[in-house]
């Protein structure tokens, strides 16, 4: 039995301006999963299809067994997505969501206190060849 899962993937990212990074932030997947999913090489699993339907106002049926560039019934429609993609973002720039920003700021300084324990690794070993 066919499905339109693929289709419908590119079409709301095409129809939102979103790249595929962009769309799989969405529902904390990345490009490469995506990807799979519009090349129709994999399925999304329930959850995150009900992700998808959730996000866009959409049903499940509708998703799965209907090609959404095609049209919809009147009851239903393809709604903007979360606010972190509701304004124009100039180019150059990439909105992100509250909480990939706060893990991108923890992975940040996590980094920058491994940097810094290593550098007083290295300040302490110069220490000891010169003495």
């Given at each position: 039995?066919?499905?339109?899962?693929?289709?419908?993937?590119?079409?709301?990212?095409?129809?939102?301006n979103?790249?595929?990074?962009?769309?799989?932030?969405?529902?904390?997947?990345?490009?490469?999963?995506?990807?799979?999913?519009?090349?129709?090489?994999?399925?999304?699993?329930?959850?995150?299809?009900?992700?998808?339907?959730?996000?866009?106002?959409?049903?499940?049926?509708?998703?799965?067994?209907?090609?959404?560039?095609?049209?919809?019934?009147?009851?239903n429609?393809?709604?903007?997505?979360?606010?972190?993609?509701?304004?124009?973002?100039?180019?150059?720039?990439?909105?992100?969501?509250?909480?990939?920003?706060?893990?991108?700021?923890?992975?940040?300084?996590?980094?920058?206190?491994?940097?810094?324990?290593?550098?007083?690794?290295?300040?302490?070993?110069?220490?000891?060849?010169?003495?």
């Amino acid at each position: 039995m066919n499905n339109f899962i693929s289709l419908n993937i590119k079409y709301l990212c095409d129809l939102k301006n979103l790249k595929q990074d962009e769309f799989g932030l969405l529902f904390n997947l990345n490009k490469g999963v995506i990807g799979t999913y519009v090349r129709d090489a994999a399925t999304p699993k329930i959850e995150i299809i009900q992700k998808i339907c959730a996000q866009y106002n959409i049903s499940i049926d509708e998703f799965v067994n209907s090609d959404l560039s095609k049209g919809k019934s009147q009851n239903n429609s393809v709604n903007e997505p979360g606010p972190v993609y509701q304004k124009e973002v100039p180019s150059g720039f990439v909105l992100i969501s509250e909480k990939h920003l706060k893990l991108l700021e923890s992975t940040i300084e996590d980094k920058n206190k491994i940097i810094k324990a290593l550098e007083l690794r290295l300040g302490e070993s110069d220490k000891s060849e010169t003495a």
